[in-house]
C-alpha cells in the first residue's frame, strides 16, 4: 500500500495542482502503471522539464511515492529584434508564448516557423528567425532574432518537359506570376507553389496522364531579390479507355437502370481519353439520375461506406492494361443503389421571426411523396435567394422504426438581420436642400400588427412573412417625394406574387412647378426557378401650376 505521496523540486508550481493531476493515491495499491501515466500526465502539463518517480520502502512494509520534479524556467519578457519591415505588433500575433509563462520548447520552435512564414507571405522568402539561447537561460528573456531576407520576385516561370501542352495551356493552371511594375507583385510563396505543383498534376490526369510526375525548381540571383521558377514535368503517355462495366455492389445487375440507360448517363466512353474528371462527372450524374428517382442510401449502408450524406455510393475500380506504347484502362463502377423511401415530417428550426409557411414554400419536398436527391440542394439554394437568412441546411433524418419506409427532414435555418434605416441629406444648384429617410424590411408582415409599443421599437412587430417593404420620405426646399411599396412573393401561399406601390412627388422649377400622384400594381408567376412572368398596371396624375409667361410651349 501506499503510505505517503511527496514531490521534491517544487518551488512555484502549487502542491495542490500536483495532487489534482495524479491517480495515485495514499492507501491505494502501489500500481506502477498508475504511477507511470502520472509522469506522462505531469510532463504534458508543460511546467517541468523533466518528471520522474521513485518508490522508496518504509518500516512498516508500505511504500512512498516521490515525484521528482525539474520546473521550467519561466520567461519573464518576449521580444523581437531586427524587424524593419513588419511590425512587433504583427509578430506577436503569431507567435503564441507568453511572459511569465513556462518555457515551453515546442511552442518557442512553432514561433519561430510562423515568423518565417509570415515573412514568406509578404515576399521575403529567406527571412530566419533564430534564439538569444544565452539571454534566455541567464535572464528569463526569450529574445527572437530576425534577420529580414530581401523580397524575393518572380522574374521568371518556365516549365520543362511539357512535349504535349504548350506553356500557355500550363501557366492558365498556375498562380505563380511573374512581377509587374504597378500591377502585380509577383513575390515568391511557397505555399502557392505547393498549390501550383498539385494543379499541374490535376491538370495531365484529367487529361489520361495518369503517370505524370510534377515538381518545381527555384534558382536565386546572385543578390537573391530575384527568382526563376520552373516546373519539371514527366508526362508519360496517355490512358484510354478500353472497356467499361457497372454492376451493383453485391456483383448482382443493377435493377433499376439498364446498360443502355447507364451508358447514357457516363460522360466516359469506350475510346476516349481516360479523364479524372469525367470520372467524378459521371459518378455525379449516376449520384444525380438515382437521386430524382427517389433512392437513397440506407443508415446501414452510408455506415459500411463511411458516406458523409445519403447519396448513392458509386465506387470506381480503374485497372490499369495495355503495353508502355498504348496504355489503356478497364473502368469498373460498383453502386450501391440504396432504397426508396417515401418524404416523412419537415420539420423546421431556427426561424424565430420568419413564418414556417415561407420555408415552406422554399422546400419543395412534401410529406408522403417519393425523394427527389436534387431537390434537397436547389431548396436550400431557394432559401439563400431569399436573403432572408445567413445559413440553411437541409437534413434527412434516419429511419425511425415507428414509420418505415419514411424519413423525415430537418431544416434548420440562421435568420439575418433583414431591415435598414438610411438618412442622407443633399444639397444641388438645381433641386437645392433636401433629405431622405428610408426604410427597408425584407422579411414584413402587414398582418403582424405590434401589441405593445416595446415590440415595435425592438423590431419584433410587422416581421416574418417574407414581405418587402420599401418607404421613402424625401422632404426638400424644392422638392418633396413619398413613396411607398409592398411586394408579397406568394399570394394566399401559391406561385404568384404581388406588389403595390404608391408614389407622390413635388418639385419647383423656375418656370413651372409639378406635381405627381400615382400607384403600380404587379402581378406574377414563377416559371420554374429560373423565370418569371410579370403583369404590370401603371396609373399616375400628372398637375403643372405657377406656369411662368416665358415657359416653353411644350410644357
Known sequence: PISAIRFRGLSRVWEQKMLNNIRAAV????????????VARLNRLGEFKAVTAVAELQPDGSVAVIYDVSEQQIIREVQVVGNKLISDQDLRAVVQVVAQGPRDDFLIEKAKRSIEELYKKRGHYLTTVTIDEKELQQSGVLIFQIIEGPRVKVRAVEFEGNDSFDTDALLAEVKTRTAMFLFRKGELDEEILENDVASLDRF???????????????????????????????????????????????????????????????????????????????????????????????????????????????????????????????????????????????????????????????????????????EIEKSRERLMRTRLFNDARITVLKQTPE???????????????????????????DSGLFGEVSINQTNFDITDTPASLNELISGRAFRGAGQTFNMTIRPGTELFQYSM????????????????????????????????????????????DLWAANVNMEGKEVRLYNIQAGTPTEV
Do not use: C
Open 27 to 38: 492507501g491505494e495499491p502501489l500500481d506502477p502503471v498508475v504511477v507511470a501515466d502520472d
Open 204 to 374: 495531365y490526369k484529367d487529361r489520361g496522364y495518369l503517370d505524370v510526375r510534377v515538381d518545381r525548381t527555384i534558382e536565386l540571383s546572385p543578390d537573391s531579390k530575384e527568382a526563376k521558377v520552373t516546373f519539371i514535368v514527366s508526362e508519360g503517355r496517355p490512358y484510354t479507355l478500353r472497356n467499361v462495366q457497372v454492376m451493383h455492389f453485391d456483383g448482382q445487375p443493377l435493377r433499376v437502370f439498364s446498360p443502355e440507360q447507364m451508358a447514357a448517363i457516363i460522360e466516359l466512353k469506350t475510346g476516349d481519353i481516360y479523364s479524372y474528371d469525367k470520372v467524378r462527372k459521371s459518378t455525379k450524374a449516376i449520384q444525380e439520375a438515382y437521386g430524382v428517382q427517389g433512392y437513397m442510401l440506407s443508415e446501414e449502408a452510408r455506415q459500411s461506406h463511411s458516406s458523409p450524406n445519403w447519396d448513392i455510393f458509386v465506387e470506381t475500380v480503374a485497372l490499369r492494361v495495355g503495353d508502355a506504347e498504348s496504355p489503356q484502362i478497364d473502368l469498373l463502377l460498383k453502386i450501391d443503389e440504396g432504397e426508396r423511401p417515401l418524404v416523412g415530417t419537415v420539420n423546421i428550426n431556427g426561424n424565430f421571426l420568419t413564418r414556417d409557411r415561407v420555408i415552406r414554400g422554399e422546400v419543395r419536398l412534401n410529406p408522403g411523396q417519393p425523394f427527389d436527391g436534387t
Open 403 to 429: 414509420d418505415p419506409g419514411y424519413r423525415d427532414i430537418l431544416v434548420e435555418v440562421k435568420e439575418r438581420n433583414t431591415g435598414s434605416v438610411n438618412f442622407g441629406v443633399a444639397v444641388g444648384s
Open 485 to 528: 411599396s409592398l411586394t408579397e412573393p406568394h399570394l394566399f401561399d401559391t406561385e404568384y406574387s404581388g406588389t403595390a406601390a404608391f408614389l407622390v412627388f413635388q418639385r419647383d422649377y423656375d418656370d413651372y412647378d409639378q406635381e405627381q400622384w400615382g400607384g403600380t400594381m404587379s402581378i406574377g408567376r414563377k416559371l420554374g
